[in-house]
């Protein structure tokens, strides 16, 4: 019998991978616990070409199932395409999970190419799932018996009853050993987008320690996935596995990628105690306030040296709105006490929320650059553009403005960010260009560009805008990028052009 093939197919084109694949990672730990041959199978395929060689490369495996994790966006596209080569020229089953197909399973199930999809958390879901198919032709295979499945019977969709979280996160290790762990250590972090980082000139190894948020912020995915529930590997286990990447891999320092790191204190602080390295981690303002003087200088003394802080909006409604329970003077103190410390601190800000206006986008502006002024250890990103994740109360306050989510899994070809995102009907479009504006009017070198003389244009147009919050009549953005415009129109390789996915 083949082995089952877990696969990710990431669009970004740029830099290298930032994080590893944990949610193949987990699945493949329970199916390896399970005695189940697996494969791992993450690339990135930014053209047909690339569709083509990911899906002759999946099928040369011979597998006997192939999975593969999904995140809304442009990423759903060469999944697709992949999963129809798969499932027109073989008989095996197609199963898609992750965060898309676990907000959208009808959606994807509407699709001929997806056979099943796995709601939720897929670790013990994937190993009954591949146990049952393993019975063969002429075995009994009841699909409705497996929680957290999702499935096609006679032409309806069927959903299962959900799957308890897990409890015991340390019972799968992630599977390291299915793919090549240097492609995932890098030298230079790109988690501080703006500003750079100085977290390590060695290799950084990002980890998850815990899963889910106790918090309730509207925007986010944590609400609906995971129920607000905070789950945990134990401190052993996350000193164990720092250390093994740190002896055998040489990682130098670490960053820890969970939603919130601070669910419980003192297993965080036990983890920081032990780490014995360099590292960071993202947290919030209010509770940097809380810690004051006495616990920051403790956890710079642990090799704390990098912090995320989600600040997210300068308007006191747009925060209520959100329910992020957190104030505007809590982030200028979080950003004082950090600074004090040379904790370096990167708030990231977003625009484009359903019921802002534009004196709360202002607002927003204004604090970023009092942010910014605290001193050297602050960095300041964004605004990024909002964009309404499925299953959040903020998706459902976008709803009632106007936003239609894509009917079918084909036409999620847009990025969730930035400049080519859909247009909201609740946000004027020029929310789109801020960051855009924002970053070039802070840009200072030019001379490794092409033009240089024509940046500084831009960057003097760019200051002017951010400084008199002017972001209408966006020409010196859209002129420089007409002949992009007409080469894509015209050169037939739009996404759904490229990957042929119907």
Known sequence: MGPIVLANLSTYPRRPFLAPPYGLLY?????????????????????????????????????????????????????????KIIKTRTKIPVVWGGLHATQYPEQVLASPWVDYVVVGEGEETAVELARALAVGPGGRFDPASIQGLAFKENGRLRINQSRPLIENLDLYPPAWHHLNI??????????????????SEGRIASILTARGCPWRCTYCYNLSVNQRRYRTHSVDFVVGMAHELRDRHGVEA???????????????????????????????????????????????????????????????????????????????????????????VLFSF???????????????????????????????????????????????MAEKLGYRPPAKTKDWDFMVWGTRQMKMPFAPGRVRLIEHYRRLAKRTATGSLRIPFFARILISLARFRWKRRFF????DYYLPRLVLV?????????????????
């Not at 590292?279 to 090799?303: F, H, M």
């Not at 625009?351 to 009092?370: H, K, Q, S, Y």
């Open 27 to 83: 699945v493949a730990s329970a199916l390896d616990r399970a005695g189940i041959d697996v494969r791992l199978y993450h690339r990135k395929v930014l053209d047909r070409g690339q569709v083509l060689r990911a899906a002759e490369e999946i099928l040369a495996l011979k597998p006997v199932l192939a999975g593969f994790s999904t995140i809304s966006g442009p990423s759903l596209i060469p999944a697709l395409a992949v999963s």
């Open 182 to 199: 240097d492609e995932y250590l890098t030298k230079k972090t790109y988690l501080l987008t703006d500003g750079g980082s100085e977290l």
């Open 254 to 344: 670490i960053h820890i990628q969970d939603d919130h790191f601070y669910g419980e204190w003192e297993r965080a602080f036990s983890i920081a105690r032990r780490l014995r390295m360099p590292w960071s981690s993202s947290g919030r303002a209010d509770e940097v306030v809380r810690w004051g003087n006495g616990i920051l200088a403790e956890l710079r003394s642990t090799g704390l040296r990098e912090l995320q802080i989600g600040a997210e909006s300068g308007s006191p409604r747009i925060l209520k709105l959100m329910k992020k329970d957190v104030t505007i003077e809590q982030m200028f103190r979080a950003a004082e006490l950090c600074d004090r410390h040379g904790i370096r």
């Open 350 to 396: 977003m625009t484009g929320i359903p019921g802002e206006t534009d004196a709360d986008r202002r607002l927003t502006c204004e604090v970023m650059d009092r942010l910014e002024r605290v001193g050297p250890s602050i960095v300041v990103n964004g605004p990024g553009v909002y964009f309404p994740w499925p299953g959040t109360p903020m998706n459902a």
């Open 472 to 475: 209408r009549f966006p020409a």
């Open 486 to 502: 007409w080469l894509r129109r015209h050169s037939g390789k739009g996404a759904a052009a490229v990957y042929d996915q119907e």
